[in-house]
């Protein structure tokens, strides 16, 4: 039984009230692009769109739980950008992944062809996104709860810009009193804070951008979006877009992997990264930064092509949003090792820091052959109840729960098992929500995962190759968040795979 | 043959130029609530949005007239509520009117009935649209193209919510570099004007609002906007909704007037307009204004509690926009007698004003049983080439063309043919445009009709009833514009029923 910590929520209302807030939640949506593009067979010419999967009603979520994920941000931050420009660290942990993960070993190969003929870019920029939930001890009910770290994402991290409409869209449906009169003792304008990740996230682009400078032979700059074809996320990535422009007067172009040999050249000398508008003939932007929506996984590679394509990127003097080093950075391995004492202070020395930062921890174990990982081997076998099973290698999906452990563990070769972790389940708080998804209502038990934002933007030391940290730290931001909620049967996360929703923090104390 | 004035128009692209834009060109426009309703049938339990129908380049329209139709518009303002506020001629013309029209005739009946029991409301708002075409001089094609008005509209004109985006959106193809470079000297930002009509139409009826005053037994007020069942234009009337909640902070409600029974009570002392949400129990607001976006046509009519809903709203103290005598103005009837010479003068004295205003209009005939009436039958049976001929009715449709005129005519009886109005062609210069619909392109040879908004809130004398006209003008101002345009080969105008487009302007000299 999940803890019982929240008022009874969703607040109950009438059938007329609910048809009411539904079309104001709909209309409003729809006409600010709080919205997915429909599946490609019932999408007409492309002409259409559908509003996001959304809670019906901000979560409520614990203030101080909030505050802390939104202040060790910056340190998160700062932990990755250091672990990326450590090179002699991060290897010896990529060394182990590469022999049970193609992808990765592949990412490697990326990384130390370059490295062969240097870097050409001393700066590197991370927009990260660090995954949370609210963990109640299940034997201490009445202790305050804490956050739990599920992920940290170094590459392509979503929802930045529908989180910011969200947060907008519940505070709109509150103001034009949509919400019910009853309702308001709980639902106040002031607890549902508004969200600046999409502004901010194209704030940090913007940053990157401008710390490039000019381009060469008196080219114009921009920013390279690559991208998946027929993204169905597509406002998402539009707003940080129409931000860039407005705000900042930046041009943005979108392309996947596997347009780059027709698109992209790189300059022989200075090895800038040139586009090639195909709409526009004769024009030539040299690419300030290239940002990933895109290669966080195998899916997005279709041939030896598209490898030698993001080593033509990882060449060039584009300020890479990530780097293959900072996306290999990313491994939940990397996470695991974190979780082991010391490893924090390592890189962040300053220990008021790094105790907070280990305190978002749950208990995270190898499955390789070490005696910890051996140790984690017989609870995932003879006593999985409070596990999950996660493989190393990014991009949601194939999580493995509880009881199911052991006869998937029995399915693979033992040779196989270390490409997995074994995770102590976080025990979140018991919750009702509704979800909105292609215009119905379900309500239900739910569950909250907080992401919080982060932006790094970093000059390596001469010392990337030879794993001599970082120079300069430029930028260090928290950038917002994003509250992802599911209903609590469905064990897997991605809102856009259709699974779960996009939600609002309703802060209570 | 239609002149030509132009530039050769729309700039010719190439197929990867087209597909580039046209990407973009949707993105931007359903991320921006450049939408409307897909038809219901295929509208998942609505939660789908399809871009507007709108030309993928703003059009070249001549800078002159332009200015010239924005400069006339506070005269017009100030001429139709100068209309409305005089009694004794405007009923006259309509009095012809009903014997025709059974629509106006119970229009007519609602103003009466109000009217015998007095108005308890001096504030009325108008927020109009004036309809023109440019006319070039078939015999003189030289000289300077001139604007002439097709309909001046007194009740739910539309499109002042998706005309600002449609200025935006072209502005942003622009700026995105979307538009190739070798329309440059074309296409310039500075000759975009961006339209403030969403936002305009909204302070008109914020001004309406304050203009009301406080609720009474400490009621809040609000505006209603009555509306059609299943709306597809739906992101229009939200626009200005949204303006006003987040610019004036005013609440707004959405009925149909089918609605009314159930949801609208008169105080029986003050005669104020109650609105009790279906969705909030026990909460009662004062209706400051009524909005209507609909009951401009007997379809919005279906049964006699309609209508005596409409009285109701005539007779509470609400500001009405527009009053059933503001609407009655509307009628094209009062348009051709504003035609005729000295008709202006009566109500703008002022002949340096009253010219310009007469300049605007084509030449409009009665089909009456006058003598003008007798020698247009004429024309409208033997030499109808150069003519249309238009129901005096609000609403679009039904207009006959050309050589089609004699047989309808004869096809109907001939007491009905003083319900219509023989109008001189107005002949457009010759232009190309592309316009795109659920995600097609068609180009092609377009007809382009500029309406100008303009909100004046005015107060009548104590002599509503007898006819001594207005007491104060509180607002007067042109409030943006519309550019719709469709293929030259349809005769029907209404861009929602998916014959044209809304389009932006080009200025050019």
Same mark, same amino acid.
């Not at 003879?382 to 109840?385: D, S, V």
């Not at 290698?393 to 194939?398: I, L, V």
């Given at each position: 039984m999940a803890a019982s910590i929240f008022p009874s929520y969703p607040p109950s209302i009438s059938s007329k009230q609910s048809s009411y807030l539904l079309k104001s939640f709909i209309d409003w949506s729809l006409f600010n692009g709080l919205s997915v593009r429909p599946l490609q067979a019932e999408n007409q010419n492309g002409a259409l769109a559908v509003h996001a999967p959304v809670t019906l009603f901000p979560s409520p979520f614990p203030r101080a739980c909030f505050e802390e994920a939104k202040a060790v941000q910056i340190w998160f931050n700062e932990l990755y950008a250091r672990i990326a420009a450590d090179e002699e660290w991060l290897l010896k942990i990529v060394d182990e992944l590469i022999e049970v993960d193609d992808f990765m070993a592949r990412l490697y190969k990326v990384h130390l062809d370059v490295k062969k003929e240097g870097f050409v870019q001393d700066l590197s920029l991370g927009i990260f996104r660090s995954d949370y939930l609210i963990h109640v001890d299940p034997l201490s009910p009445t202790s305050p709860p804490i956050i739990h770290q599920v992920e940290f994402n170094t590459i392509s991290v979503s929802f930045g810009g529908l989180a910011t409409r969200v947060s907008e869209l519940h505070r709109h449906l509150l103001r034009m009193g949509a919400? +019910?009169?009853?309702t308001a003792n709980l639902l106040k304008q002031k607890n549902i804070p508004l969200d600046p990740s999409a502004k901010e996230i194209a704030n940090a682009l913007a940053a990157a951008h401008k710390a490039y400078g000019l381009g060469g032979s008196g080219r114009n700059t921009a920013i390279l979006f690559i991208i998946q074809d027929d993204e169905r996320n597509i406002f998402d990535q539009r707003l940080i877009e129409y931000n860039l422009l407005e705000n900042h007067d930046i041009q943005c172009y979108r392309i996947t992997i596997q347009q780059v040999p027709d698109l992209i050249t790189l300059d022989p000398v200075t090895y800038a990264l040139i586009y090639h508008p195909p709409h526009d003939d004769g024009v030539h932007m040299e690419i300030s930064t290239a940002y990933f929506r895109s290669c966080y996984g195998p899916e997005d590679f279709h041939s030896e092509t598209d490898w030698v394509s993001r080593t033509t990127i990882e060449r060039s003097k584009a300020i890479k949003c990530p780097s293959v080093i900072t996306q290999l950075a990313g491994a939940k391995k990397v996470q695991q090792v974190l979780a082991m004492e010391g490893t924090v202070e390592r890189f962040l020395p300053d220990t008021s820091i790094s105790t907070r930062v280990q305190n978002t921890f749950a208990a995270i174990y190898p499955l390789d052959t070490s005696s910890a990982g051996l140790a984690a081997r017989d609870l995932a076998l003879?006593? +999985?109840?409070k596990y999950v099973l996660k493989p190393q290698?990014?991009?949601?999906?194939?999580n493995i729960y509880r009881s199911k452990i052991p006869d998937f563990l029995k399915s693979i070769p033992e040779s196989h098992w270390s490409s997995y972790i074994l995770m102590e389940l976080i025990e979140p708080p018991s919750l009702g929500n509704s979800i909105v998804r292609n215009g119905i209502i379900t309500t239900g038990e739910v569950i909250c995962e907080l992401g919080i934002f982060g932006a790094v933007l970093w000059r390596n030391g001469k010392g990337l190759e030879s794993g001599k940290g970082i120079k300069e730290i430029v930028v260090n931001e928290e950038t917002g968040w994003l509250l992802r909620t599911k209903g609590r049967d469905s064990e897997e996360g991605g809102v856009a795979a259709g699974f779960g929703s996009v939600d609002g923090i309703l802060l209570v104390d």
């Open positions: 919400y +019910p009169s009853a003879n006593n +999985p109840e290698r990014e991009g949601g999906g194939n």
